[in-house]
């Protein structure tokens, strides 16, 4: 007789930049102010990370403080999956630096999923889809943005919003009825030139010409995220709750991805979900694209305010326009 299988979050981790810019420090950069930040986006510092730190070195600080929380060796991992748009460069993968730096196996499949800010959730996604077919056993899900490198700091409009950060889950096997319920993933191709990166790619590869425009920096079209944004985050986060079977109010708490604090009081208000179940972060964070769920998960653990068999809604939308939603049973 076959058992099922679920996937079962064990431990989590994050890295925090060690450096932080105020929104009084970009009053002496760009013509904005603190007030004019805050009332827009819920945002009063973001992390910066150290010059020498890469991409996949956050990623592996993470993955290693989950390990931790988790009891699990780097050998004990048999698959690494990381989101990222920052990778430390286009070749080769970033999570292939990460099984490296923490001493996974050589024989651990590692490699990147891209879906921008829903970066972790199609990750997490994909772990689930090898565990619960027996192709994997414990996998290592990590989201790791250096958004900070990628900043114009001479627009306003985008400067204000991102920083650096890392986060990570280990997830296993479980027999029990503890896990991933379900999760959902949805692209609009529609809006890509909506949040870009339009230099560096094979479209406009990397020349004097692309960088004296400034093509290599985020550019996004703030209006017209929002306007889709409150809908298809909550259109998600309604549909992984009644696909298992419950009401938005079973769901104890919301790791949502934090971009803008607007977007997420008008998602609260739209599925009838108190903003205080919301694990919240983007005061001191900023937007850290991939890595905003699972470091805002992992805070909230460690917290204590995740707790065994509540559940935990996770949202999150980013370029592409690439969005989704999972359901968990901690």
């Not at 990381?82 to 651990?108: E, F, H, R, W, Y």
């Amino acid at each position: 007789m076959s058992v099922d299988i679920n996937t079962r979050i064990i431990g989590t981790g994050k890295y925090k930049a060690e450096g932080v810019l105020t929104n009084h420090d970009l009053e002496k950069m760009v013509d904005t102010s603190d007030q004019w930040i805050t009332e827009r986006t819920g945002i009063s510092e973001r992390r910066i990370a150290p010059k020498d730190v890469a991409t996949s070195d956050m990623a592996a600080g993470a993955v290693k403080e989950a390990l931790d929380m988790a009891g699990k060796k780097p050998d004990d991992i048999d698959m690494i999956i990381c989101g990222t748009v920052t990778g430390d460069m286009p070749l080769p993968s970033t999570a292939a630096m990460i099984q490296k730096k923490i001493g996974a196996s050589n024989m651990c499949p590692a490699f990147d999923v891209s879906a921008a800010c829903a970066g972790f959730i199609y990750g997490l996604s994909v772990a689930d889809a090898f565990i619960k077919t027996g192709k994997a056993k414990t996998v290592a899900i990590v989201g790791t943005e250096m958004l900070t490198r990628f900043m114009d700091f001479e627009d306003r409009n985008t400067c204000v919003l991102f920083g650096d950060g890392a986060g990570a889950v280990i997830a296993t096997a479980d027999q029990s009825d503890r896990g991933i319920l379900s999760t959902h993933l949805y692209t609009d191709s529609s809006l890509t030139a909506a949040l870009q990166i339009p230099g560096g790619g094979s479209l406009e590869p990397a020349s004097a010409e692309t960088i004296a425009n400034r093509r290599h920096f985020i550019q996004m079209e703030g209006r017209e995220v929002f306007k889709v944004a409150v809908k298809y985050l909550s259109d998600a986060a309604e549909t992984a709750v009644k696909a298992n079977g419950y009401s938005v109010d079973d769901v104890n708490v919301v790791s949502a991805h934090q971009a803008n604090m607007r977007i997420l009081s008008a998602v609260s208000k739209r599925v009838n979900i108190p903003l205080e179940k919301f694990a919240l972060n983007l005061k001191y964070y900023g937007n850290t694209s991939s890595a905003s769920i699972p470091i805002s998960l992992d805070e909230a653990v460690r917290e204590g305010k995740v707790s065994e068999n509540d559940l935990v809604l996770m949202i999150a939308l980013g370029g592409g326009i690439s969005w989704g939603s999972a359901l968990i049973k901690w």
